[in-house]
């Protein structure tokens, strides 16, 4: 049985993440996020351009606006935090089926004991998800321990402890910050003279016991290993929703594309995640007082991000937006089981003709859902009523017929048989007499002069003659 390994994700910008992921770098304006501290709000976090500003944590929103005087300042949304790391797992998932919430702490929790076998190396497999979660716009510290607690105060310095030695040696020379201590324990300590972690632990049980509690005790023996910490683990979801802000407004229709690059991004790691597909999605736009909804339905179930980003170029070109759009927001409201087809060996195996699935989906994204139709043939002997528009990919039985064209005119038109070199024939049909619609006619496949292959009749009834009904291809 494999060591267990526990990764610490910890997002210690994601309210502000939230609220710029949406954005290219080089565009985005001064931005901050607060929360009211002692019924005063306050900045919690800033973007490089307001930093740069002079904005920084802690400062009066007040001050900060009287200092920067574009600044956007958005209030912290625990709510949409809590969703954001729900959706921060399940991207996860990939990597450990161990994932744990900790959303107090903005922060996951991987055991990946067992997925170095797969994957490499604790740091190569950090580094991947690190760099994985920047391109979606989250910006995460990662530490690797043997324990849930080490693992966490790793992330905070960015280390990797090593599981075959002890936590507290590996620990001991790091600032007594590093602790997760209340706003009492920490000048408690400080008072005492306490400066790193080391020098806490080399104190007696009993007598930390007596000065800051049992807990915080169990706490340093679930740091070092001492006591079992079990861990509530992360359950799939059976849907995905995934929102994106986009503070300053966009106006053109292309520039959409950014923020939905990551949006779809993030869902196609989420579904590679849990294996499984999607075969509807839904975009909506939120403008400045509108909405507006893109519905994209596929053929068959699928997780293919170049696809879906493809699709979503299509709809793009038709639409039409009269209002900045002030949100984004992708929705999957089902997530179907994945059909694996079998990969390429070799780099440019996979170079094969489109299917037809993705000309439909392609057709469709571009023409509207009711532009696109397949034919089925019905029961019924009369040509121009022997078939009827249904939904691709759907099939209904019919009886074979004789050889006939796929192109039939809208009305037949009377044509010169000596025209014609006869190649087979006749088919009679004699039927419609329960409709009012009878027919009586015999069906000849010619040769015209110009070498094309035609579908002519002879009608007996209502009114007599030779008629063109269809060409064939």
């Known amino acids: ?45 800033c973007n490089p351009v307001a930093a740069r500003a002079g904005v920084r944590p802690g400062l009066p929103v007040a001050a900060a606006q009287a200092l920067v005087a574009d600044l956007q300042v958005h209030p912290c949304e625990p709510a949409a935090e809590a969703a954001a790391l729900q959706r921060l797992a399940a991207f996860a998932y990939r990597y450990s089926s161990r994932v744990t919430v900790l959303a107090a702490h903005c922060t996951l929790l991987l055991e990946i004991g067992a997925s170095r076998r797969l994957f490499g190396p604790a740091e190569a497999l950090t580094q991947r998800l690190v760099l994985e979660l920047q391109r979606l716009g989250y910006h995460a510290r990662a530490g690797t321990a043997a324990s849930p607690e080490a693992a966490q105060l790793a992330a905070r310095h960015g280390r990797h402890l090593d599981p075959g030695r002890p936590i507290g040696p590996q620990v001991c020379e790091l600032p007594l910050t590093s602790l997760r201590l ?55 979801p059976e849907r995905f929703e995934s929102a994106l802000d986009l503070p300053t407004g966009l106006h053109n229709v292309q520039a959409l594309l950014f923020p ?46 170049e696809h879906l980003q493809r699709l979503v170029r299509e709809h793009l070109e038709r639409l039409r937006v009269r209002a900045p759009v ?12 994945y059909a694996a087809r079998q990969g390429a060996l070799w780099r440019g195996g996979e170079d094969r003709p489109v299917s037809i699935d993705s000309l439909l989906d392609r057709l469709r994204a571009r023409l509207g859902r009711d532009g696109v139709s397949a034919l089925a043939g019905i ?61 009586r006619r015999d069906y000849f496949v010619v040769r015209d002069r110009a070498g094309s292959l035609l579908w002519v009749f002879r009608e007996y009834k209502p009114r007599r003659g030779w008629y063109l009904h269809g060409l064939f291809a």
């Open 326 to 337: 002030r949100r984004i927001t992708l929705c999957a409201p089902t997530l179907l089981p």
């Open 260 to 305: 939905l690059r990551r949006l779809f991004s993030e869902l196609c790691g989420v579904l590679r995640a849990l294996d499984r597909a999607v075969q509807e999605v839904s975009i909506h736009l939120r403008l400045a007082h509108d909405e507006t909804s893109i519905r994209m339905g596929l053929q068959q179930p699928s997780r293919c991000e």
């Open 1 to 45: 049985m494999a060591t267990e390994l526990w990764l610490a994700l910890q997002f210690p910008h994601l309210a502000l993440d939230l609220l710029c992921r949406g954005q290219r770098p080089r565009g985005r304006a001064p931005m901050a996020v607060s929360a009211t501290v002692a019924r005063r709000p306050s900045i919690v976090d």
């Open 379 to 439: 029961e019924d002997h009369r040509p121009e009523r022997s078939w009827a528009a249904r939904e691709p990919g759907t099939h209904a039985a019919c009886t074979p017929r004789p050889y006939r064209p796929a192109w039939l005119l809208e009305h037949a038109q009377r044509c010169r048989i000596e025209d014609f070199r006869f190649i087979c024939g006749p088919e009679r049909i004699e039927t419609g007499w329960w409709d009012g619609q009878d027919c």
């Open 182 to 236: 209340d706003s009492a324990q920490g000048p408690t300590l400080e008072n005492m003279g306490f400066r790193t972690v080391g020098e806490v632990m080399r104190l007696p049980r009993k007598a930390l016991a007596r000065r800051l509690g049992t807990e915080f005790v169990d706490y340093l023996d679930r740091l070092t290993g001492a006591r079992p910490d079990p861990q509530t683990s992360w359950r799939p």
